[in-house]
């Protein structure tokens, strides 16, 4: 991932993050230095509600390493009740306790309301005039009438960066302010909360979404532009399965396309004979992926938002968010996860807590059908960071197919690659 790049989170606390983020047991008084762990900076939402008191500060402050960082929203006191007026005090008060954060303070964030509406010019440039020099700010409008190159220019006269934003009314932008960049993802409130409250899994597919922003962001790291980014839970259902998919994506749009060796295309009729042999079932898997291999693995089917349906014991069942529950489960029973990628079934049966293995029925894979494998595997292979071979099944010493993680490729070893 680029340097440039920040990208986490807006929160960190909810239960449901339990066996995703944090272990199964943990507690809320230790879910951030478990947050930490996974990703390297959050957008702290509670300093919207109030300004945290100090000992909080102290306390995030100790809980993370020296590289993580913090971004704030300013609280709602300043940008809703008071209006930006006679806000001196509140003001004072949260950028003084936010100083306790010290190097690991980022982007503070003045987000609006829809109703603070263009006729508030003139009150809101007086108060960026008044904002003290070397606190790097951002400001979120929800009001599409804001988006104007006046409004623009006030911005690039503050050195404030204009928050860009992923909201159901609002257009996507990618223009500049200020030499830095701040992305909000935050889809649909209202929406989401018809289908769910909690927020252990993606609910909604993002992809078409990730791919229209993949080649902005990767431009902004292209141009030197340092790059926040976080991810609301209502974005999709669950705030770091979206973190998940967005890197994802930005690391395909890096690598380009799966492509075949140079020396090796992979044109069906290279593949064919593959599939066409006796019928027995193909191995897909990672070897040495170990637990966590496996818990990146669920992430990842459930970040590409696939139609999946586990099976106990031959009986539909309602998948378990945490790995560490399956296999508690598969120590009792037989598992069997059904994983549809378009037209083409995987079966996957947690049989090793070392390698990740997926049956692969060679009668479904056909020339229409072989690209979404090719594409699972590049997935599974960016996920874990390993590289993913198909095989005849139980023989590891002869794999038709690898993708090798690193160069991005796929070879086709049946044919001498």
């Known amino acids: 991932m680029s340097e440039k790049l920040r990208v986490g989170t807006s929160s960190w606390s909810h239960d449901s993050w339990k066996g995703s983020v944090y272990p199964p047991g943990a507690k809320s008084g230790e879910y951030l230095a478990h947050y930490a ?18 000992a909080a500060v102290r306390k995030w402050e100790r809980d993370t390493p020296s590289d993580f960082r913090f971004s704030a929203k300013v609280p709602s006191s300043i940008t809703h009740e008071k209006r930006l007026v006679g806000c001196e005090a509140e003001l004072a008060e949260f950028l003084k306790v936010m ?31 008044t904002l003290p020099a ?33 909201l159901s ?12 960049t701040y992305l909000r993802f935050i889809g649909n409130r209202k929406l989401i909360e018809t289908q769910t409250t909690t927020w252990e899994k993606i609910i909604v597919d993002r992809s078409a979404e990730m791919a229209d922003w993949a080649p902005r962001v990767q431009k902004f790291l292209d141009d030197g532009v340092v790059t926040w980014a976080y991810f609301n839970n209502h974005y999709a259902g669950h705030a770091p399965g979206s973190v998940d998919l967005f890197l994802q994506f930005l690391e395909s749009r890096r690598r380009g396309p799966v492509r075949p060796a140079a020396n090796d295309p992979l044109a069906w009729s290279r593949l064919q004979e593959i599939f066409e042999s006796d019928g027995a079932l193909l191995d897909l898997y ?3 992926a170990g637990p966590d291999g496996w818990r990146r693995f669920l992430r990842f089917l459930k970040d590409r938002a696939l139609p999946l ?43 090793d807590e070392d390698e990740v293995e997926v049956d692969v029925d060679p009668k479904q894979v056909s020339e229409a059908t072989v690209v979404g494998l090719l594409e699972f595997m590049r997935g599974a292979g960016l996920a874990l960071s390993k590289d993913v071979f198909l095989s005849a099944e139980g023989d590891r010493d002869r794999p038709y197919l690898v993708y090798e993680q690193v160069r991005n490729v796929v070879r086709n070893l049946s044919v001498g690659g």
């Open 134 to 166: 070397g606190i790097p700010f951002a400001l979120e409008v929800r009001h599409r009438g804001w988006l104007t190159e006046r409004f623009y220019d006030l911005l690039r006269s503050r050195g404030i960066a204009l928050v860009l934003l992923d």
């Open 309 to 351: 349906e586990f099976e106990i014991d031959g009986q539909a069942a309602v998948l378990p968010a945490d790995y560490d529950t399956i296999r508690a489960i598969g120590k009792e029973a037989s598992l069997t996860l059904r994983i549809a990628v378009g037209k083409l079934g995987l079966n996957c049966h947690f049989f």
């Open 286 to 288: 990672v070897p040495s």
């Open 99 to 129: 100083d306790l954060l010290g190097p690991k303070r980022g982007p503070l964030v003045f987000q609006f309301p829809y109703d603070f509406k263009p006729d508030q010019f003139d009150t809101l440039a007086r108060f960026l005039r």
């Open 169 to 180: 009314w609002m257009p996507r932008l990618n223009l500049l302010t200020t030499d830095w």
């Open 37 to 54: 762990r996974r990703f390297k900076t959050v957008e702290i939402d509670s300093s919207w509600y109030r300004c945290p008191s100090e």
